[in-house]
């Protein structure tokens, strides 16, 4: 068992910010979720034919060291990147472009029903969600702090939920 806490970030700066706290305070890949829409915010999704950036820039942000990233298509919502158990979740359908619904994989990562309508609004309007697996109590206001220390929107924990498998 284990209880998710998350947040949203402003841009691409502060979610890089509190992922590589995140790491710096012990957390693993596989325990941080990241979903933001595929807009052009990753320096590697702005190369074209015309402007090469070399791999040490490419890897400016740190995101490359989350779970399982990956680009998606979320019919009627649109394209996202997607990172860590959060990324399981949207996968769980046999076609990954066929998820129908972004607040079920909300809701599969532990975000409380009553909060996933919210959070899929503040992701659409191009925020990050981080949502970060906690298992004891220490866990979780280490990951509360990281993100209060980063003024990060909408901070947030919800009940303990069974580990995706």
């Not at 949502?131 to 206001?141: C, I, L, S």
Request: hydrophobic share 40%.
């Amino acid at each position: 068992m284990y209880k998710p806490v998350f947040c949203i970030c402003q841009n691409i700066g502060q979610t890089a910010a509190i992922v590589n706290n995140l790491k710096m305070a012990g957390f693993s890949n596989t325990e941080i979720s990241l979903l933001f829409p595929d807009n052009a915010t990753l320096p590697s999704r702005q190369q074209n034919a015309d402007e090469k950036v070399d791999a040490a820039e490419n890897d400016s942000y740190g995101l490359e060291w989350t779970s399982k990233i990956d680009s998606l298509d979320i019919p009627g919502v649109g394209r996202f990147i997607a990172a860590g158990p959060i990324m399981v979740e949207l996968c769980r359908t046999p076609e990954k472009d066929q998820v129908a619904d972004l607040i079920a994989a909300l809701i599969g990562v532990g975000i409380p029903a009553h909060e996933a309508k919210h959070y899929q609004e503040k992701i659409k309007a191009g925020r990050t969600l981080i949502a970060v697996n906690t298992a004891t109590a220490e866990t979780r206001d280490t990951a509360n702090t990281i993100f209060q220390q980063a003024e990060a929107a909408d901070i947030s924990s919800s009940e303990e939920v069974s580990p995706i498998v």
